[in-house]
């Protein structure tokens, strides 16, 4: 929409006045420190819009980058402290609980308990769960595909029979570490839950016959000629949204594994194209929920403002005004279904009533922690590397598969004693 | 110089005859014993910039050279064994030793070849130096990304793979960003981003001897074969050790440039030094991490040592080639020849920002979805560029603190360049003063960053803006003291002396040399603006929690680089107009300002 003069006087005028009334009081703006970028940015200044119009309050948010930790344990100069931070990782506000302003208890009596328990520090709620992601989905063409597998072995079969009528099954974002950490973690949770609860807690070792038994399912999966398209050598130059659009767009691929913010991102580069989605088929047992989550945290001393901002994310109106553009889930049970687009309604209940499970990735420490270029994801990259025509050696597909686990195994055992 | 006072006029060296003729007495008091005082000015004028160098700089480096050395509370050197003992990390160190051994020696033949080009380039010699130039202003992490772009091996998507598939080569599209060709693509990106510089540094006239050698070469009779080998490269050896060094800096310190080509599956592959220690220094813990990043800290030091070692056999030239002749080959196969490299130069310097360009130009789905050669123009992505706010906070703020920085820097290192090189300083302290800034104007960020980041907390100053803007001040001081005090000392004596007798104030003859300087402190001003505004691992590392940089949001709408071109193609042309215009307005001064301060 162009401005016309009249906007751009109206802006001035309302500038003016804010400068001249020290914006609307004497409360200086409330500043928010987020990791978002881009797109995601783009969404919560709306949020934040809907505050300052509503609250009164103006807002400043600034993206931070890698360094949360930092700014949680108030080591930056005091004009880049925030009063309210949202964070990605539960296991940072675990760490920085002394600092952190709980919650009322009947704000935090409003998230499901498996939610609650992962911010929880002596018996008390560090935060509010602001976004949510269901990680445990296939999307697909639906004009390709009639009837989803309902398990890990009748989608391996699903796959090779379209690879037979002369389509290619799967699309890989394999460039990101994250899309074959979900990968795993998926297929691990139906191998053994209980394992994945103790590698996440570090008291499970990564020599456990699961995590064996789970990368020679994904390999066995992966190194079949003609699965993955372009191969696994493409795959691993392929992001997860150009993985995305070569379902939807360029139609060179039938099935892709993403969170619920796949959806967006379908709309996004292909709209129109019809697509459906399935959960993720479990190696055995029922279908994992794994999911991945935003906390936003008030900081110590809490400011007026900070408390009104915090307060005004964990009531149900701050999350319809994302969630209606679809790739935004809330746990928190003051957001009423409607706020939620099909099919993300659905979604929604499913984080909300299922036995949930939080990303590993997100909860390794040391070596194994995330980030490009390190971490599980590095690993499980150079495991799909060694699947590669030039890397897998001779033999059967069988014996390759085999020495790549024993090597990512090697790895990860190693990397976690270190 | 001495005068003779015995009246005669003939030894003077001032030339020309005089009607008033002055006859100076003999001083014939007994020499004062002791050194002579060095006066309280120059202490003072050198106070700023060593404050700020030491400071931030060599303390940090001493603590890291410290730390390295210290094992469980004694001396020892297990940091640098288990360092070497990695797999991983003896990768990233063989990925640095192969930049910092192919990239400089790419770069100098390269630039050699290309001042030669310059100079029979005739009337097409301005357009030449000013493409060549042009991607001095281009960031290390937009050339980065724009290669990787150009190398898509999606052929619907990537400029090289459709070129190849429409000239009849793999259908597939060129792979290079593969494991196996990433080395070739991150080469071609330095070369693009730094044989402008190298040019610059060189000296657009190097090629031009001076006149006296060239006369001295004829009389002797040495004939065409063995002109350069006996003539051009001995004279040149200054020139090129210090285009040598200025190459191996770059490539030693590349960083961003690996971050913004290298796929996330590639990254391992790519990684040099310096990111290795960026991603494990936790891991690797405070001994381990010193001992990591003191290693390339100390060949860049030697290197730059070795430099300044063959600087002080500098061939005694008279006065610089401010404008070098231009001609024409003489031949015309060779006329043709100098044309046809001529216009690849020019294609090849420019093509990539004209890639960058044309993405900007189409809508964020038709950029993510197909090349720049289908339809779908418009501005969408520039509006989806600066939709979230943070560009065009962070353009601001990098604009503040580029223009604070380089005002200060110059308020630094302009009196204490002109104290060193006129301050009656004895010459062991110039001497000490002159290595330890060349030391520190070498010194990788990783080397100083641990320290510096922990006092930074420890005081409440991290992501404070004056914080980083400061660091950047000591950064560009050390590079920025070394050349201005070659430029000053250059002016003749004679002069200075004139300056000083009209006023005490030490400032006067500061103003008088300055002004005879200007395009060198031009030089070093745009240096450090681009410098500062193109940053990444300084605001990276040390800037604190927010990403006010342009870089760093230009990397935050790039996570996901396939489908954001459109809207990361317009951040980054829209980051880079201004260091663009800085550099090709001023390009001819700054040029002349390096080889002013190069040939003394």
């Given at each position: 929409?162009?401005a016309d003069?009249?906007?751009?006087?109206?802006a001035i005028?309302l500038?003016?006045m804010a400068?001249?009334?020290?914006?609307?009081g004497s409360?200086?703006?409330?500043?928010?420190?987020?990791?978002?970028?881009?797109?995601?940015l783009?969404?919560?200044?709306?949020?934040l819009?809907e505050?300052?119009d509503?609250?009164?309050?103006?807002?400043?948010?600034?993206?931070m980058?890698?360094?949360?930790?930092?700014l949680?344990?108030?080591?930056v100069?005091?004009s880049?402290?925030p009063?309210?931070?949202?964070?990605?990782r539960?296991?940072l506000?675990r760490?920085h609980?002394?600092r952190?302003?709980?919650?009322?208890?009947w704000?935090?009596?409003q998230?499901?308990?498996?939610?609650?328990?992962?911010i929880?520090?002596?018996?008390t709620d560090?935060g509010i769960?602001?976004?949510s992601?269901?990680k445990?989905?296939v999307?697909y063409?639906?004009e390709?595909?009639?009837?989803?597998?309902?398990?890990?072995?009748?989608?391996?079969?699903?796959?090779?029979?379209?690879r037979?009528?002369?389509?290619t099954?799967?699309?890989?974002?394999?460039?990101?570490g994250w899309?074959?950490?979900?990968?795993?973690e998926?297929?691990l949770?139906?191998v053994?839950?209980?394992?994945?609860?103790g590698?996440?807690?570090?008291r499970a070792s990564?020599?456990?016959?699961a995590?064996e038994?789970t990368?020679?399912?994904?390999?066995?999966?992966?190194?079949?000629?003609g699965m993955i398209?372009?191969g696994?050598e493409?795959?691993?130059l392929t992001?997860?949204?150009?993985?995305v659009?070569?379902?939807f767009?360029?139609?060179?691929a039938v099935?892709?594994?993403?969170?619920?913010?796949?959806?967006p991102v379908i709309?996004?580069?292909?709209?129109g194209?019809?697509?459906?989605?399935?959960?993720f088929?479990p190696v055995?047992?029922?279908?994992?929920?794994?999911v991945?989550g935003?906390?936003?945290?008030?900081l110590?001393?809490a400011?007026d403002g900070?408390?009104?901002?915090?307060?005004w994310?964990?009531?149900?109106?701050?999350?319809?005004?994302?969630?209606?553009h679809?790739?935004?889930?809330?746990?928190n049970?003051?957001?009423?279904?409607d706020?939620?687009?099909?099919?993300?309604?659905e979604?929604?209940?499913?984080i909300r009533?299922s036995?949930?499970?939080?990303d590993?990735?997100?909860?390794?420490?040391g070596?194994?922690?995330?980030?490009?270029?390190?971490?599980?994801?590095a690993?499980?990259?150079?495991?799909?590397?060694?699947?590669?025509?030039?890397r897998?050696g001779?033999?059967s597909?069988?014996?390759?598969?085999?020495?790549?686990?024993d090597?990512?195994?090697?790895?990860?055992?190693?990397?976690a004693a270190? | 110089?001495t005068?003779?006072g015995?009246?005669?006029g003939?030894h003077r060296?001032?030339?020309?005859v005089?009607?008033?003729?002055?006859?100076?007495r003999e001083?014939?008091?007994?020499?004062?014993a002791?050194?002579?005082?060095?006066p309280?000015w120059?202490l003072?004028?050198l106070?700023?910039?060593?404050?700020l160098?030491?400071?931030?700089?060599?303390v940090?480096l001493?603590?890291?050279?410290?730390?390295s050395?210290?094992?469980?509370?004694g001396p020892?050197v297990a940091?640098?064994?288990?360092v070497l003992?990695d797999?991983q990390?003896?990768h990233?160190?063989?990925?640095?030793?192969?930049?910092?051994?192919?990239?400089?020696?790419?770069?100098?033949?390269?630039?050699?070849?290309?001042?030669?080009?310059?100079?029979?380039s005739g009337p097409?010699?301005?357009?030449?130096?000013?493409?060549?130039?042009?991607?001095?202003?281009v960031s290390a992490f937009?050339t980065?990304?724009t290669f990787?772009?150009?190398?898509?091996?999606d052929?619907?998507r990537?400029?090289?793979s459709?070129?190849v598939?429409?000239?009849?080569?793999?259908?597939?599209?060129?792979?290079?960003?593969d494991?196996?060709g990433?080395?070739?693509?991150?080469?071609?990106a330095?070369?693009?981003?730094?044989?402008?510089?190298?040019?610059v540094v060189?000296?657009?006239?190097?090629?031009?001897?001076?006149p006296e050698?060239?006369r001295?070469?004829?009389a002797?009779g040495?004939?065409r074969?063995?002109?350069?080998?006996s003539?051009v490269?001995p004279?040149?050896r200054?020139v090129?050790?210090?285009?040598l060094?200025t190459?191996l800096?770059?490539?030693a310190?590349?960083?961003d440039l690996?971050?913004?080509?290298?796929?996330g599956?590639?990254?391992?592959?790519?990684e040099?030094v310096g990111?290795?220690?960026?991603?494990?220094q936790?891991d690797?813990?405070?001994?381990?991490?010193?001992a990591?990043?003191v290693l390339?800290?100390a060949?860049?030091?030697?290197?730059?040592l070795a430099t300044v070692?063959?600087l002080?056999?500098?061939w005694p030239?008279?006065?610089?080639p401010?404008?070098?002749?231009s001609?024409?080959?003489?031949?015309?196969?060779?006329?043709?020849?100098?044309?046809?490299?001529?216009?690849l130069?020019?294609?090849a310097?420019?093509?990539p920002l004209?890639?960058?360009l044309?993405?900007?130009?189409?809508?964020?789905?038709?950029a993510?979805?197909?090349?720049?050669w289908q339809?779908?123009w418009?501005?969408?992505?520039?509006?989806?560029?600066?939709?979230?706010?943070?560009?065009?906070?962070?353009l601001?703020?990098t604009?503040?603190?580029a223009?604070?920085a380089?005002?200060l820097?110059?308020l630094?290192?302009?009196p204490?360049?002109?104290a060193?090189?006129?301050?009656?300083l004895?010459?062991?302290?110039?001497?000490?003063?002159?290595?330890g800034?060349?030391v520190?104007?070498v010194?990788?960020?990783?080397?100083v960053?641990?320290?510096?980041?922990a006092?930074l907390r420890?005081?409440?100053l991290?992501g404070?803006?004056?914080?980083?803007?400061?660091l950047?001040v000591?950064?560009g001081i050390?590079?920025?003291?070394?050349?201005?005090r070659a430029?000053?000392?250059?002016v003749?004596?004679?002069?200075?002396?004139?300056?000083?007798?009209?006023?005490?104030n030490?400032?006067t003859?500061?103003?008088?040399v300055?002004s005879?300087?200007?395009?060198a402190?031009?030089?070093?001003?745009?240096?450090e603006?681009v410098q500062?505004?193109?940053?990444f691992?300084v605001?990276?590392?040390l800037g604190?929690?927010e990403?006010n940089?342009?870089?760093?949001v230009?990397?935050?709408?790039?996570?996901?680089?396939g489908?954001?071109?459109?809207?990361t193609?317009?951040?980054?042309?829209?980051?880079?107009?201004?260091?663009l215009v800085?550099?090709?307005t001023?390009?001819r001064?700054?040029a002349?300002g390096?080889?002013a301060?190069?040939?003394?």
């Amino acid at each position: 929409m162009p401005a016309d003069r009249r906007t751009v006087l109206k802006a001035i005028a309302l500038s003016a006045m804010a400068s001249a009334t020290g914006c609307g009081g004497s409360e200086r703006p409330v500043r928010v420190a987020v990791v978002w970028s881009g797109e995601e940015l783009l969404r919560f200044r709306e949020v934040l819009a809907e505050f300052t119009d509503s609250e009164g309050w103006p807002v400043t948010v600034r993206s931070m980058g890698d360094d949360v930790d930092a700014l949680l344990s108030s080591q930056v100069a005091r004009s880049t402290v925030p009063d309210v931070a949202i964070i990605p990782r539960p296991g940072l506000v675990r760490q920085h609980a002394s600092r952190l302003e709980p919650p009322s208890d009947w704000q935090a009596s409003q998230f499901p308990l498996a939610w609650r328990e992962l911010i929880n520090v002596a018996g008390t709620d560090r935060g509010i769960w602001f976004k949510s992601a269901h990680k445990s989905l296939v999307w697909y063409r639906s004009e390709v595909l009639d009837s989803p597998p309902a398990d890990w072995a009748g989608w391996v079969q699903l796959s090779m029979a379209l690879r037979d009528s002369g389509h290619t099954p799967l699309a890989l974002g394999a460039a990101d570490g994250w899309v074959l950490t979900d990968w795993f973690e998926n297929v691990l949770l139906g191998v053994d839950a209980d394992v994945y609860r103790g590698l996440a807690a570090g008291r499970a070792s990564w020599r456990d016959e699961a995590v064996e038994e789970t990368l020679t399912a994904l390999g066995d999966f992966w190194i079949k000629p003609g699965m993955i398209a372009g191969g696994p050598e493409r795959a691993l130059l392929t992001q997860f949204e150009d993985a995305v659009t070569e379902v939807f767009h360029h139609r060179r691929a039938v099935m892709v594994a993403g969170a619920d913010f796949t959806g967006p991102v379908i709309e996004r580069f292909s709209p129109g194209a019809r697509h459906g989605r399935f959960p993720f088929p479990p190696v055995s047992g029922g279908a994992p929920v794994l999911v991945g989550g935003d906390v936003a945290v008030l900081l110590r001393p809490a400011s007026d403002g900070g408390k009104k901002l915090r307060d005004w994310l964990a009531s149900g109106a701050a999350a319809p005004i994302w969630a209606r553009h679809g790739g935004f889930l809330s746990a928190n049970l003051n957001v009423p279904r409607d706020g939620f687009p099909e099919p993300y309604a659905e979604l929604n209940d499913q984080i909300r009533n299922s036995a949930i499970e939080f990303d590993l990735s997100d909860r390794l420490g040391g070596r194994l922690s995330g980030g490009e270029g390190r971490g599980l994801g590095a690993i499980l990259q150079e495991f799909l590397a060694d699947l590669t025509p030039g890397r897998r050696g001779s033999g059967s597909d069988r014996a390759a598969v085999g020495r790549a686990v024993d090597h990512a195994v090697d790895r990860l055992a190693r990397e976690a004693a270190q | 110089m001495t005068a003779v006072g015995n009246g005669r006029g003939d030894h003077r060296r001032d030339g020309g005859v005089a009607l008033l003729e002055i006859a100076p007495r003999e001083d014939t008091r007994l020499p004062v014993a002791g050194r002579p005082r060095v006066p309280g000015w120059t202490l003072l004028f050198l106070l700023p910039a060593v404050l700020l160098a030491g400071s931030l700089l060599a303390v940090p480096l001493a603590v890291t050279f410290v730390r390295s050395w210290i094992v469980e509370g004694g001396p020892g050197v297990a940091n640098y064994l288990s360092v070497l003992g990695d797999g991983q990390t003896r990768h990233a160190i063989w990925n640095t030793l192969q930049w910092i051994l192919f990239a400089p020696a790419v770069c100098v033949c390269g630039g050699l070849l290309l001042a030669l080009l310059v100079r029979y380039s005739g009337p097409w010699r301005s357009l030449l130096l000013a493409a060549a130039a042009a991607p001095f202003a281009v960031s290390a992490f937009v050339t980065g990304l724009t290669f990787r772009l150009l190398f898509d091996p999606d052929p619907d998507r990537g400029t090289v793979s459709a070129l190849v598939a429409t000239l009849g080569g793999s259908e597939g599209g060129v792979v290079l960003l593969d494991p196996s060709g990433i080395a070739w693509v991150l080469g071609f990106a330095f070369v693009w981003g730094w044989l402008g510089a190298t040019l610059v540094v060189l000296g657009t006239g190097a090629p031009t001897l001076p006149p006296e050698l060239r006369r001295v070469g004829r009389a002797y009779g040495i004939r065409r074969q063995r002109w350069l080998g006996s003539v051009v490269l001995p004279a040149l050896r200054p020139v090129i050790a210090v285009a040598l060094l200025t190459v191996l800096v770059a490539a030693a310190r590349v960083f961003d440039l690996v971050l913004a080509a290298a796929p996330g599956s590639v990254q391992n592959d790519a990684e040099v030094v310096g990111l290795h220690w960026w991603r494990w220094q936790d891991d690797l813990g405070a001994g381990a991490s010193a001992a990591l990043a003191v290693l390339p800290a100390a060949a860049l030091s030697v290197a730059a040592l070795a430099t300044v070692w063959l600087l002080g056999r500098w061939w005694p030239a008279p006065e610089p080639p401010t404008s070098p002749e231009s001609d024409l080959p003489r031949t015309r196969p060779l006329r043709l020849v100098v044309r046809i490299s001529g216009a690849l130069i020019v294609v090849a310097s420019l093509a990539p920002l004209l890639v960058l360009l044309l993405t900007s130009l189409r809508s964020p789905r038709d950029a993510a979805t197909g090349g720049w050669w289908q339809a779908g123009w418009g501005l969408e992505s520039y509006r989806a560029a600066f939709a979230s706010g943070e560009l065009t906070d962070a353009l601001g703020s990098t604009a503040i603190r580029a223009t604070v920085a380089t005002a200060l820097l110059l308020l630094c290192a302009v009196p204490a360049a002109y104290a060193m090189a006129w301050g009656a300083l004895p010459r062991a302290a110039v001497r000490t003063l002159g290595i330890g800034f060349a030391v520190l104007a070498v010194v990788p960020v990783q080397a100083v960053a641990d320290p510096l980041s922990a006092a930074l907390r420890g005081a409440r100053l991290a992501g404070a803006p004056t914080a980083l803007t400061l660091l950047h001040v000591a950064f560009g001081i050390p590079f920025a003291v070394l050349l201005l005090r070659a430029v000053f000392r250059g002016v003749p004596q004679r002069e200075v002396m004139r300056a000083r007798h009209g006023d005490p104030n030490p400032g006067t003859a500061l103003l008088a040399v300055v002004s005879r300087c200007w395009p060198a402190l031009l030089a070093v001003g745009v240096f450090e603006f681009v410098q500062v505004w193109n940053d990444f691992v300084v605001g990276l590392l040390l800037g604190g929690p927010e990403n006010n940089l342009v870089t760093l949001v230009i990397q935050g709408q790039a996570r996901q680089f396939g489908t954001s071109w459109g809207v990361t193609a317009a951040g980054a042309l829209a980051t880079l107009i201004v260091p663009l215009v800085l550099v090709l307005t001023t390009g001819r001064w700054v040029a002349r300002g390096f080889i002013a301060g190069m040939a003394r």
